[in-house]
């Protein structure tokens, strides 16, 4: 089974409307990463969360972590043809010595598509 | 400001040829990484360099892989005898030096086909 599940894999919207993509981490997180990917291309960092209850914000983009569920949530606001992609949420797993692991690993990503 | 840059951007190769993928990373990190993805999934780990020393290797990493990073800078990846399976996006990613956190930032990838 997956470590990192997103959900939805797929979500179209109309221009202008919100929505939101979850992360859920069957580990115990040390860190929480967003990044977009557009199609062939390399991952944009978006937002790192580290610390439970922890929310950023980013233009129209907010992430937040609830640490207890080991879960995150992206949510864009008024969504704009310029957010369609992937969006891929990759994990910083609890390693043994209590801090991160080195490697981040990653749900399979939610395909975004925003209808004008 | 220049972000992490890899060489080539595509490769197309025959099986059982050898190819290899050159990384620069941002110039003040410290830490790279290679990962591979293929279509649908998420990025896995193949391995990770601090400075000069490769301190992890995945299971994904066969005997047919290797990867340098000779002076702490620039890291290459070789694929030895390449399958039709290697046919992937290879990514290369970077984070700052003495940074408890693991933000990497990602190249825009190598694309291989593997015919």
């Known amino acids: 089974s997956q470590e990192l599940e997103q959900s939805p894999q797929s979500l179209i919207v109309q221009e202008g409307k919100n929505l939101t993509i979850n992360c859920t981490s069957s580990k115990t997180l040390y860190g929480l990463y967003w990044y977009k990917q557009k199609y062939g291309e390399g991952l944009i960092f978006l937002m790192m969360?580290?610390?439970?209850?922890e929310e950023k914000s980013h233009e129209k983009i907010t992430a937040k972590l609830d640490e207890k569920k080991q879960q995150s949530s992206l949510h864009i606001t008024a969504s704009q043809p310029s957010h369609a992609g992937i969006y891929l949420c990759g994990a910083d797993l609890l390693a043994y010595s209590g801090a991160g692991s080195y490697q981040l690993t990653f749900g399979k990503g939610t395909k975004l598509s925003v209808i004008p | 400001d220049t972000g992490v840059s890899q060489d080539p951007r595509h490769k197309i190769t025959k099986r059982g040829q050898n190819v290899t993928f050159r990384c620069d990373p941002i110039s003040e990190h410290n830490r790279l990484y290679w990962y591979r993805q293929t279509l649908g999934q998420g990025p896995e780990f193949l391995t990770y360099f601090q400075n000069e020393a490769q301190l992890e290797k995945s299971r994904l990493l066969s005997d047919r892989f290797s990867a340098e990073r000779p002076k702490g800078s620039f890291s290459t990846l070789e694929i030895q005898r390449t399958e039709q399976g290697d046919s992937a996006m290879y990514l290369c990613a970077s984070s700052r030096r003495n940074s408890i956190y693991n933000e990497q930032f990602f190249g825009p990838g190598t694309r291989l086909t593997v015919l």
């Open positions: 969360l580290q610390k439970g209850g």
